[in-house]
């Protein structure tokens, strides 16, 4: 059984400082997707990796697949109030779903 | 463009009762995929439609089922509710049939009494 592991699962920072998300599993994983959720609202896809080592830049958040494809990281700079959320990472799990993690409930407090 | 709908937005279910979803995809998009996002639990995947058949099952009962009409909207039907099917049914669509990159919809909040 596939399993990703977020941490940490709750975050509360204030705004202007930096922050990482990880997602880790003893399994790899053909690509690696990041999501943000609102309250009562689906997922959003913010950025899909699919190559080991690769890092993706979406404005202030840097994405990066490890090397082995077994685990990734978000990092946030200069967090805004407005990056409050939950995140979520998923692997393509094979057989076409995908596995999720079980979230990291960021805050941001102005 | 429009993306993942589903409706109804919240549906509220007695034990026993049958629960029916519905998920129209993105403009495009074949493969339709259904989630269940318990409290606690995070997101668990529950069945892959494309092209009006079932690709893949995940670990659930056989009272949830679904089915793919030709114009590739979906449908969730859960059977003989129990208090534990209460949670947010997520669809999701892809371009690519059976790609790791799919875009949900806002979901069904379903709640069994």
């Known amino acids: 059984t596939q399993l990703l592991e977020q941490s940490p699962q709750f975050l509360s920072i204030q705004e202007g400082e930096n922050l990482t998300v990880y997602c880790n599993s003893s399994?790899?994983?053909?690509?690696l997707q990041w999501y943000r959720q609102e309250p009562g609202e689906g997922p959003v896809l913010l950025v899909t990796?699919?190559?080991?080592?690769e890092v993706k830049k979406l404005k202030r958040l840097t994405f990066q697949f490890g090397d082995a494809r077994k685990d990734s990281s978000l990092h946030i700079t200069a967090a805004q109030t407005g990056d409050t959320g939950l995140y979520l990472c998923?692997?393509?799990?094979?057989?076409?779903?995908?596995?999720f993690g079980q979230g990291t409930r960021l805050t941001i407090n102005p | 463009e429009a993306g993942v709908t589903q409706s109804p937005t919240h549906l509220i279910k007695t034990r026993g009762q049958q629960a029916t979803l519905r998920c129209s995809p993105i403009?495009?998009?074949?493969?339709v995929y259904w989630y269940q996002q318990a409290l606690g639990l995070g997101l668990q995947f529950l069945l892959w439609?494309?092209?009006?058949?079932?690709?893949n099952r995940g670990n659930f009962p056989p009272r949830f089922s679904g089915r793919q009409f030709p114009n590739y909207s979906s449908e969730l039907n859960v059977n003989a509710l129990e208090l534990e099917d209460s949670a947010l049914y997520l669809c999701?669509?892809?371009?690519?049939?059976?790609?790791?990159?799919?875009?949900f919809g806002p979901g069904t909040r379903l709640t069994v009494l």
């Open positions: 439609y494309d092209e009006g058949e079932e690709r």
């Open positions: 990796v699919v190559t080991g080592g």
């Open positions: 998923a692997g393509g799990g094979g057989a076409q779903k995908l596995v």
């Open positions: 999701a669509s892809s371009l690519v049939p059976g790609t790791d990159t799919q875009y």
């Open positions: 403009s495009g998009h074949t493969s």
């Open positions: 399994s790899v994983f053909s690509s």
